[in-house]
């Protein structure tokens, strides 16, 4: 237990000084996995809308296909995501690989199924509340998803963080397509990974402690969300 | 409704974390090189001067020998920066790069628990150390991913006659990992491992652990420094690749190299012939 | 696919069937319904009022038969409904009238004035800004009733609108629906509450077992109903 009370001191000492290398890697971490989250809603959300209210053959399959990809393990996606953007693959002219860009493509593609497969159970659900009171007001099917989207946005904006929280907890994919380069693509998981091979577990813990701390802030936001928009909106 | 408005804020959002994300106009160049020049520090000291002097950035993967020249055939990096001159070599045959230079050497050294249940401590025949060990069924961690140290060792087991893969067993781990993790390993379970010197000072989680086998020239270890072939790849950035390349071979690099040291030793010995 | 406004009566169902399952729970409907007095669709639980209204409005299609406004098979657009529970949307209950007119098609700024005066109308004006869910039951039905009547419709349907409420806030939107009437607005109204449907038919259609038993003006059905279901109904002895 040395290396524990060791290493929290270490933690609290490089939080309190605000080490710039820690604050580097933290402010990285968190523009990647939000840059994924926003990109992950604007593909997920009308997706899950249309699905939500939306009734035709084959919706049932994609239901379940979406709900599979939810579970996509990170290191496989990590793995496409490398083989797409290398020089020797189909995008490698962008010159994309090693970058935080394609950390971003990466987390995306990882959270999107998550935003996707919550919202449309999200609206679903809505839409069976709203639907013949939509209807009657004259609302088109594409119309009423719109509606609804806003109409549900707490309980989405509680998705939203779900997936936030998933991707700044993943190691796999960034550590694949970023390569982990010292002040470039590294994050906090990659640092962590980076830093427990390296034997020096006092800094690995105390990005960890940071790491830890952050996913309960995202769910206690998401929580406190839930509870003021129920009391204020009802 | 404001929906509208809000999805058009959220990508601009979106746009502007990106971009800021992603660093601006410089010049830079990727070298995919081993966990060893990385993890012992030795990047850490001599990029710095290079890129003070130049003004060109370098982005290091770390990766082992094997994924290293993947990369480079892959056209993923500008320069390939390893230590396993035949894969080295091979690599240049096939056309995958050009120029190879040698850099430097730094040798390996066997690590074993203090305990040393085979008894080859202080010995300086690597080979006679090997045989005893596996002729004793003392645990032993190897690298098992193809880089250059795995290569080496794989090496060693065969100058000492022993067929590894026929001798291997429950005593004999395969962890499929870099230096670091596999020292970690090492520790965890008090067995023998081959590693190389700079991971091996710049460790910090030895536990029983200690230097048992070093000083035989079988355990030198060369490094080369390859452009990726710009013909084969057209994205290569062969000017400022061979930037780094004439600097890490020139009278200033090599001196950079030499000095760096941990603990007042130096860990890697310059040998570029002009 | 609109019918434009104006052209929605006569509201006639012939021979209309209703059966999702294989045996109807409509079953040959035949009526015609004509702008001016309040009509009521009264029949015990289960008799098939809720699914007549969603018919009559267009909100579900027939398994059979036809339904026509004024001679057309399009459905018009100068309807609208209100339903037992009130649907609100998470915002202020101006916005939640103001929501109904902008499908409509009504430009912003007639929106909002249109939208105040019908919450004027309903008495809930101090409730404008108020989010619309906190509302009490009798509020939030009243603000249905005025999202609905800023539409101008020429027919309103409702689906027991009191059958959620305590009998004060019942009385309160009983009130309303009678205004909205006399503004020359087509009432169509089920309920399973005999002393709402004298307070507030001016003639009765009853349904038993998806069938209609009677129609007939409300001082004929009550003091002499013509069917023995009708005549059980209305002594309390059908559930």
Redesign the interface.
């Known amino acids: 237990m040395d290396t524990f009370s060791e290493s929290l001191g270490t933690a609290l000492q490089l939080i309190w000084s605000a080490d710039p290398e820690l604050s580097d890697i933290v402010l ?1 971490s968190l ?2 996995s ?2 994924a989250v ?2 992950a ?2 593909l997920g959300l009308p997706a899950g809308a249309a699905l939500g209210v939306g009734r035709f053959p084959g919706r049932q399959a994609i239901i379940v296909v979406l709900n599979g990809l939810m579970g996509l393990p990170p290191v496989v996606v990590g793995l496409l995501v490398y083989l797409l953007l ?3 693959g189909p995008l ?2 962008y ?1 994309l ?5 394609a950390m ?1 493509i990466a987390q995306t593609v990882l959270i999107t199924p998550i935003i996707a497969a919550l919202s449309r159970q999200t609206i679903e659900d809505a839409w069976g509340e709203y639907e013949e009171q939509l209807r009657s007001l004259g609302a088109s099917p594409g119309r009423a998803a ?2 609804l ?2 109409d549900t946005r707490f309980s989405l904006m509680i998705a939203l963080l779900a997936g936030f929280g998933r991707a700044a907890a993943e190691v796999g994919a960034v550590l694949i397509v970023g ?4 002040g ?1 693509t590294r994050v906090m998981t990659t640092t962590i990974a980076l830093e ?6 006092p800094l690995a813990l105390a990005l960890g402690f940071i790491l830890v701390g952050l996913i309960i802030a995202v769910n206690a936001a998401a929580q406190l969300t839930r509870q003021w928009a129920l009391r204020h909106y009802g | ?3 509208i408005r809000g ?1 058009l804020l ?2 601009l ?2 746009l502007t ?2 971009s ?4 601006g106009e410089e010049e830079f160049i ?1 070298v995919a090189s081993t966990t060893s020049t990385e ?1 012992s520090g030795l990047f ?1 000291h001599i990029l710095p001067i290079f890129v003070k002097e130049t003004g060109i950035k370098v ?4 990766q082992g020998t094997g994924q290293a020249l993947d990369t480079g ?4 990096a500008d320069v390939v920066f390893v230590h396993d001159k035949a894969k080295e070599e091979q690599f240049v045959a096939d056309g995958f790069g050009i120029g190879r230079r040698d850099v430097m050497y730094n040798d390996f050294v066997l690590i074993g628990p203090k305990a040393d249940p085979a008894k080859v401590a202080g010995g300086k025949d690597i080979t006679e150390a090997l045989k005893k060990i596996s002729a004793a069924k003392a645990p032993f961690v190897s690298r098992g991913d193809k880089s250059g140290t795995h290569s080496a060792e794989l090496r060693l087991w065969k100058e000492g006659g022993i067929d590894i893969e026929q001798a291997k067993g429950p005593w004999y781990k395969d962890t499929g ?2 230096m ?2 596999a ?2 390993t090492a ?1 965890s379970l008090n067995a023998y491992i081959l590693a190389d010197r700079g991971t091996w000072l ?5 536990r029983d652990l200690v230097v048992v086998v070093e000083g035989d020239e079988r355990l030198f270890n060369q490094y080369g420094v390859i452009l990726v072939n710009p013909a084969k ?1 057209r ?1 290569v950035k062969e000017e400022l690749g061979q930037q780094f390349i004439d600097w890490v071979v020139s009278p200033e690099g090599q001196k950079a190299i030499a000095d760096y040291k941990i603990d007042g030793q130096q860990l890697f010995f310059p040998n570029a012939r002009p | 696919m609109s019918n434009g406004r104006g052209s929605v009566f006569p509201l006639v169902l012939e021979r209309v069937c209703f059966s999702p399952k294989g045996f109807p729970i409509v079953d040959r409907v035949s009526l015609a319904i004509d702008a001016g007095v309040r009509t009521v669709i009264l029949g015990a639980n289960g008799a098939g009022k809720s699914l007549l209204m969603r018919l009559m409005h267009g909100l579900l299609s027939p398994t059979s038969g036809r339904i026509t406004w004024c001679g057309r098979e399009e459905r018009p657009d100068a309807q609208a409904m209100v339903f037992q529970r009130p649907v609100l949307l998470r915002t202020s209950a101006l916005r939640n009238v103001a929501y109904g007119l902008q499908l409509a098609g009504v430009p912003r700024g007639e929106r909002m004035e249109r939208a105040l005066d019908a919450l004027k109308r309903v008495e809930l004006s101090h409730l404008a800004q108020r989010p619309a869910r906190v509302l009490s039951g009798g509020e939030q039905q009243r603000l249905a009733l005025a999202r609905a009547w800023a539409l101008e419709p020429r027919i309103l349907f409702l689906d027991e609108p009191t059958a959620s409420l305590d009998p004060t806030a019942a009385r309160d939107v009983e009130e309303v629906i009678r205004e909205i009437a006399s503004s020359g607005c087509k009432i169509v109204m089920t309920t399973h509450n005999l002393g709402q449907a004298r307070r507030l038919a001016e003639e009765v259609i009853f349904l038993h077992r998806g069938r209609v038993m009677e129609y007939t003006p409300v001082n004929v059905f009550f003091p002499a109903p013509r069917s023995a279901e009708a005549d059980a109904f209305i002594k309390g002895e059908l559930p």
């Open positions: 990285l523009r990647v939000l840059a926003l990109f809603a604007l290398s020089r020797s490698g002219d010159g690989l090693f970058t935080p860009s971003v719109l509606t989207l806003w390569g982990n380069i010292a470039v427990t091979s390296k034997g020096d577990l | 409704m404001n929906s999805t959220a990508c959002a979106g974390l990106i800021s994300a992603a660093p990727v993890q850490g982005r290091v993967i770390a055939r892959r056209g993923d990992s870099g670091g993790p020292l970690n520790a710049s460790f910090k989680n030895r790849h994205h």
